[in-house]
T-cell receptor
Framework: NAGVTQTPKFQVLKTGQSMTLQCAQD?????MYWYRQDPGMGLRLIYY???????DKGEVPNGYNVSRLNKREFSLRLESAAPSQTSVYFC???????????FGDGTRLSIL | QQPVQSPQAVILREGEDAVINCSSSKALYSVHWYRQKHGEAPVFLMI?????EQKGHEKISASFNEKKQQSSLYLTASQLSYSGTYFCGTDSSNTGKLIFGQGTTLQVKP
């Protein structure tokens, strides 16, 4: 029972490097989300996708791009990483929007 | 705008009760509650919908005052496993776009 799978689990980047965080869900959910969580803080929505082929900005979209590749997969790309993007990134899915969100284990990203 | 949670932190003994509050300045369609243990992913607890419907955990209850845009999470007869950080997430548009509060840290001691 995989649920929501995120890769990689840990990553260290240098300022200016690019990287794609991968997320896949096997629950046949329509909606998928990307959040970031900074130390001692709540979750902030970066982007979400209500269904395959659609994406929309959340609270903090600057510096990120997303791709909803198919119903299962939703990736998050940092084109030119900055130290301010050091955070834990969580992917989540729900069936449909407004239903309980199921979270992956997170990607811990450090940018030096 | 981020909802405000209170209190910021609570320390309980096993068996004691706790209430965590979540207040928004915006009209809400639903309120979601999640618990996160240190180093882990958030886990769904409860959804409260406009109109009174609730979905969630059997041993945890919650309320949603639509007029005041406030929700409260009630943890009764707390167990050690209840320890963690509790987040409310508010949805103003029924799109699933949640705005989360800053969290309430609950510690249950033996």
């Amino acid at each position: 029972n995989a649920g929501v799978t995120q890769t990689p689990k840990f990553q260290v980047l240098k300022t200016g490097q690019s990287m794609t965080l991968q997320c896949a869900q096997d629950m046949n959910h329509n909606s998928m989300y990307w959040y970031r969580q900074d130390p001692g803080m709540g979750l902030r929505l970066i982007y979400y996708s209500a269904s395959e082929g659609t994406t929309d900005k959340g609270e903090v979209p600057n510096g990120y791009n997303v791709s909803r590749l198919n119903k299962r997969e939703f990736s998050l790309r940092l084109e030119s990483a900055a130290p301010s993007q050091t955070s834990v990134y969580f992917c989540a899915s729900s069936a449909p929007a407004g239903q309980p969100q199921h979270f992956g284990d997170g990607t811990r990203l450090s940018i030096l | 705008q981020q909802p405000v949670q209170s209190p910021q932190a609570v320390i309980l003994r096993e068996g004691e009760d706790a209430v965590i509050n979540c207040s928004s300045s915006k009209a809400l369609y639903s309120v979601h509650w999640y618990r996160q243990k240190h180093g882990e992913a958030p886990v769904f607890l409860m959804i409260l919908l406009k109109g009174g419907e609730q979905k969630g955990h059997e041993k945890i209850s919650a309320s949603f005052n639509e007029k005041k845009q406030q929700s409260s999470l009630y943890l009764t007869a707390s167990q050690l496993s209840y320890s963690g950080t509790y987040f409310c997430g508010t949805d103003s548009s029924n799109t699933g776009k949640l705005i989360f509060g800053q969290g309430t840290t609950l510690q249950v001691k033996p």
